[in-house]
């Protein structure tokens, strides 16, 4: 049995994490079936905008290695992201692209709708 106690102060939480309440509200509008990996990719891709638009773009394998996830894992989380798999639908928040100097090498970028949902984000967090 559970008891509360008359006690205990219940800590009130940041701005920031009603903010990130209500970011996760805006990401989960768009797709309810994202993973907490394909949010977490999401924003990383998001706070590496600058780098993955620069010709020293970050590749999917560089990617993998910095979030600590295996390749398979962060392909099938860019699919969904992306144009989708099986009975998935994509997103379609970010598209891949061939880097100039190696066609083997994959890289990453925001498309117009992966910037719209960011922006309504920011607008959410700066309130």
């Known amino acids: 049995m559970f008891f509360f106690q008359p006690d205990v102060k219940v800590p009130e939480f940041s701005k920031a994490m009603k903010g990130l309440e209500a970011a996760l509200a805006i990401i989960s509008d768009q797709k309810a079936n994202l993973s907490v990996g394909n949010v977490r990719l999401f924003i990383y891709i998001a706070n590496n905008a600058g780098r993955l638009h620069s010709d020293a773009g970050l590749s999917l394998t560089a990617i993998a ?55 309504e984000i920011d607008k959410v967090l700066n309130v």
């Open 65 to 119: 290695k910095e979030l600590e996830v295996p390749y398979a894992t962060l392909v099938r989380q860019v699919d969904l992201l992306e144009s989708g798999y099986g009975s998935y639908k994509g997103l379609n928040w970010i598209e891949r692209g061939l880097d100039a100097k190696n066609p083997r090498v994959r890289r990453l970028r925001l498309t117009k709708q992966g910037l719209d949902v960011l922006s």
